[in-house]
């Protein structure tokens, strides 16, 4: 019994082992041609709660953010490139691997509803060149965009318009670039703007002859214009129009040919003869730096030590003086300005104490030096000013300092 009851165990582990632990995802691709790898946002909606598409009566198509990157490093290999435009669109792994290997790319997806994660692995394993393809063309499409060129379905449309200009089945994609990886301009976000997306393709079979025009003078020299070259013929072809091409970025590519070694480089002065003796240069002439200290330290010196001085002359020595400004002043002005100031430091002094006799400002009219009142006017008017009565006061008594 207790044999049994430790099988039993055993199985529930393994079982258990097998339903949790999640197989990586594998690919081959060959050297030198193209790998897209789709991440579709309905595979992972799965692996998130709830567990199925579709529960209780309702629908679930959560926006998702996926990240990739080699594992244990941040970034991706040289090759491989990965995009997403929306959260609602599916990610895609593309590149052309130009050396075999192995790389295990890891995928981190995001659920933006729940903000759950969930960790996958890509292993990719890069074989040996399938087929040689000496004869390459690179086509520029200008009303595309790189996500919508990298789904199967749009990269055989485009195939078949390119198997019937090149005359051929035998063609194969070897690249494609999104136009802004080449330096193009980010388009404006209006309808009828795109990125424009460069495909190069290649087959073993040599061009046709409307591809060979291509590489006339005359098609150069309508470019080199500025105006639209015309391709007659059967290369007119392209079933949507989305995929048509501008064929003053298309080139040809010929890899059979062998390539040729850039040339020796040449001897001249700068270089050794063999067994020469390197005689080297001598100290350059010594230099007077004084002129220069002059301009740079000595010239805004001086014209800072000047300006001071001005402002020191404008701010020190150009001050009237308060008595050359009371000269100046009327005496009825001065007069009404020192009964102001009177005034004031006699109602401070009555803050202290309520218990006082009435301050004499308060009086119908005063002399403020012999503190004899003055005759009222004879006047019914209260709006005459005390600036008016006190014109009558004989200017000798009026204070001055």
Not at 154 to 181: C, G, H, P, Y
Not at 243 to 267: E, G, H
Request: proline residues 9%; charged residues 20%.
């Amino acid at each position: 019994m207790a044999d049994w009851t430790g099988w039993r165990f055993i199985l529930i582990v393994c079982v258990t082992s097998v339903l949790v632990v999640k197989a990586d995802i594998k690919a081959y691709t060959p050297v030198g041609q193209l790998f897209v790898f789709e991440l579709q946002r309905e595979t992972f909606q799965n692996e998130f709660e709830p567990f199925l598409k579709h529960y209780a009566g309702r629908v679930y198509n959560d926006p998702m953010l996926f990240k990739c990157n080699m594992q244990s490093f941040p970034d991706l290999p040289g090759w491989l490139r990965f995009t997403q435009r929306h959260h609602y669109d599916n990610g895609f792994l593309y590149g052309t691997p130009l050396a075999q290997g192995k790389s295990m790319i890891e995928i981190i997806v995001t659920n933006k509803r729940s903000y759950d994660t969930f960790r996958d692995r890509l292993i990719i394993t890069i074989d040996p060149p399938a087929k040689r393809m000496p004869y390459q063309a690179e086509f520029f499409i200008p009303l595309r965009e790189i996500e919508k060129v990298l789904p199967s379905t749009v990269q055989e449309e485009i195939r078949q318009d390119m198997m019937r200009m090149w005359k051929t089945d035998r063609l194969d994609f070897v690249n494609i670039t999104s136009a802004l990886d080449r330096g193009g301009r980010v388009p404006l976000p209006l309808a009828g703007h795109y990125e424009g997306v460069y495909v190069k393709v290649g087959s073993d079979q040599y061009f046709s002859e409307c591809l060979l025009r291509l590489q006339t003078a005359e098609h150069r020299r309508q470019c080199e214009a500025g105006g639209r070259a015309k391709i007659p013929g059967d290369c007119k072809v392209c079933s949507y129009p989305g995929n048509c091409v501008t064929w003053c970025k298309s080139t040809l590519i010929d890899l059979s040919r062998p390539v040729i070694p850039p040339p020796a480089p040449t001897m001249g002065p700068g270089i050794l003869d063999a067994g020469g003796v390197y005689d080297p240069p001598e100290s350059p002439p010594p230099r007077d730096f004084l002129p220069d200290y002059i301009v740079t330290v000595i010239v805004p010196l001086a014209l800072a030590i000047i300006l001071c001085l001005l402002l020191a002359y404008i701010m020190c020595c150009r001050r009237e003086g308060v008595e050359r400004r009371d000269g100046k002043t009327p005496d009825i002005q001065l007069y009404h300005h020192h009964t102001i100031h009177g005034n004031t430091s006699e109602l401070r002094s009555m803050a202290g104490c309520r218990g006082v006799p009435p301050p004499l400002s308060t009086l119908s009219m005063f002399n403020a030096r012999t503190r004899e009142t003055a005759p009222p006017f004879q006047t019914d008017s209260p709006s005459i000013p005390l600036i008016l009565a006190q014109q009558e006061i004989n200017t000798d008594t009026l204070p001055r300092k």
